[in-house]
């Protein structure tokens, strides 16, 4: 069973930090790997892909891929109380017709 | 900005009805895809779809499922003889125009299924 295991928190962290948000996978042979932002009762939003090993930065995010760990990750920094709702890391593995396994997400909280 | 639609925001409906749940993909997109959230569960995939065939299913998408793109513009999924279990919030969502389905997925805003 393909599995992506995400922290559920809450994680607290005070407005203007860095939250860091953590994701590990267990198929191996996963290709692409994306962060989404879901506010209570709304659907996924897309923050964030990443594919290769490294950080990719926009604006105040930025995703770090560690293929060989296996680990995934999304840094907020200058985190605002807006930032506040669940995380969810999403993995596609090769030749699965797009399918997106997704961790149970981590809720973020940023206190003013 | 273009985004995915779908309707009806909210259903409900009585155990073993049919229901439709529709869907706009973005325009120039070529993958579309259903998930569904049970409250307070993961995202789960149900199916993907592409030129004109399911690409991929899960488990989840047994027999009462279908898929369908009727026209140029709509995507559905039907649930043919609803189950409480059926209750939770689906999800459509589309990617490409890209050759593969590596590219992102963008969801639409959901349909609340209730089965009574």
């Known amino acids: 069973q393909k599995e992506v295991e995400q922290n559920s928190g809450p994680l607290s962290v005070p407005e203007g930090a860095i939250a860091s948000l953590n994701c590990t996978y267990s198929?191996?042979?996963?290709?692409?790997f994306f962060w989404y932002r879901q506010y209570s009762g709304k659907s996924p939003e897309l923050i964030m892909s990443?594919?290769?090993?490294g950080d990719k930065e926009d604006g105040r995010f930025t995703a770090q891929l560690n293929k060989a760990s296996q680990y995934v990750s999304l840094l907020i920094r200058d985190s605002q109380p807006s930032d506040s709702a669940t995380y969810l890391c999403?993995?596609?593995?090769?030749?699965?017709?797009?399918?997106?396994?997704f961790g149970q997400g981590t809720e973020l909280s940023v206190k003013p | 900005e273009p985004e995915v639609t779908q309707t009806p925001s909210h259903q409900v409906t009585q155990m073993g009805q049919e229901v439709i749940l529709r869907c706009v993909p973005i325009s120039n997109h070529l993958y579309f895809y259903w998930y569904r959230q049970i409250l307070g569960q993961k995202v789960e995939f149900l199916v993907s779809?592409?030129?004109?065939?399911?690409?991929?299913k899960s488990e989840i998408f047994d027999d009462q499922f279908s898929v369908e793109r009727p026209d140029g513009s709509n995507f559905t999924l039907k649930i043919r003889s609803t189950k409480l279990e059926d209750s939770a919030m689906y999800f459509c969502?589309?990617?490409?125009?890209?050759?593969?389905?590596?590219?992102?997925?963008?969801f639409g805003p959901g349909t609340r299924l209730t089965v009574l």
């Open positions: 999403a993995v596609m593995g090769y030749n699965q017709g797009g399918k997106l396994i």
């Open positions: 198929d191996r042979v996963s290709q692409s």
């Open positions: 969502a589309s990617s490409g125009p890209g050759l593969v389905p590596a590219d992102e997925q963008f």
């Open positions: 779809f592409y030129n004109n065939e399911i690409s991929e």
């Open positions: 990443i594919y290769s090993n």
